[in-house]
């Protein structure tokens, strides 16, 4: 595609389009017709003796389309200008030129985009003809380096987003192994706390069995002395306290004889303390 690019000169005075200017715009047409055979002879030839390079061409028709219409804009702009400085002095006067300015003015731009049209045309009849691709332009190279860039870029962080994804993933499933870990040694532990108790309570069991045992034991051994003790204070007492007491009666394995013992030590102490008075 082709740019085109306005500059504004204040050095030319009239526009030029192959060659015609507007104040040459109606000269008769035999000057014309010299001006389309100078343009003819100046046109590239498609003969293939003297065909020129293609690049060449459409640099060429390019360049002469772009200066025409640069001087086109350049003058269209001048003539803007001083319409605008001029409008109260001559309006009607400024209208008429303008409006003859600007029939001139489509006229150029018509020939100028006609000739661009052919240009263009021109430029892809010699590409066929002589299997030349067209070169990419320097911008797009460039654009597409940037593009290629982000595309890169762009790659990277999803590579680094699905590790970080995986990495995530192997955590959670770490996570999960650790509760399930936590878990199973927190039912082992309450497992081990019920044995434990168990233990201590079959411990305070046999301790409890034991010491019975023991007191059973020296309970058994203390009663042949004791019941040995009741028979001699058995036989004090009927001979000194209590005559009436039939010793072959007495049930020495309880605590009968204890009784009557305490009762006459209480006797004899109320009695002492009736003496002292």
Do not use: W
């Not at 192994?177 to 081990?192: I, N, Q, V």
């Amino acid at each position: 595609m082709l740019k085109i690019t306005v500059v504004k000169e204040e050095n030319i005075s009239q526009p030029v389009l192959n060659g015609i200017t507007p104040d040459k715009a109606n000269e008769s047409p035999d000057t014309e017709n010299s001006s389309d055979s100078e343009s003819d002879s100046r046109s590239p030839s498609l003969l293939p003796a003297g065909i020129p390079e293609p690049d060449q061409v459409s640099e060429q028709g390019r360049d002469t389309v772009k200066e025409q219409v640069h001087q086109l804009q350049s003058q269209l702009q001048r003539r803007r200008d001083a319409s605008q400085i001029d409008v109260k002095e001559e309006p009607q006067d400024q209208h008429a030129k303008e409006r003859q300015n600007t029939t001139d003015y489509k006229r150029m731009f018509e020939n100028a985009r006609n000739k661009i049209n052919e240009l263009i045309k021109d430029k892809e009849a010699l590409l066929a003809a002589v299997e030349v691709k067209p070169r990419t332009d320097r911008g797009d190279d460039k654009e597409m380096e940037e593009i290629a860039l982000q595309v890169d870029h762009i790659m990277r962080e999803l590579d680094e987003r699905n590790k970080e994804k995986e990495s995530a993933v192997y955590l959670c499933l770490k996570l999960e192994s650790a509760e399930e870990e936590k878990a199973r040694l927190a039912s082992e532990c309450e497992s081990l706390r019920l044995n434990l108790q168990q233990m201590k309570e079959k411990a305070a069991t046999c301790r409890a069995v034991d010491s019975s045992a023991q007191t059973d034991s020296q309970e058994n051994e203390t009663s042949p002395g004791l019941i040995a003790l009741r028979h001699n204070v058995g036989r004090l007492l009927a001979t000194h306290h209590v005559p009436a007491l039939d010793l072959d009666q007495v049930n020495y394995d309880c605590n009968v004889i204890d009784e009557i013992l305490e009762q006459v030590l209480n006797d004899g102490s109320q009695n002492t303390a009736f003496s002292d008075h």
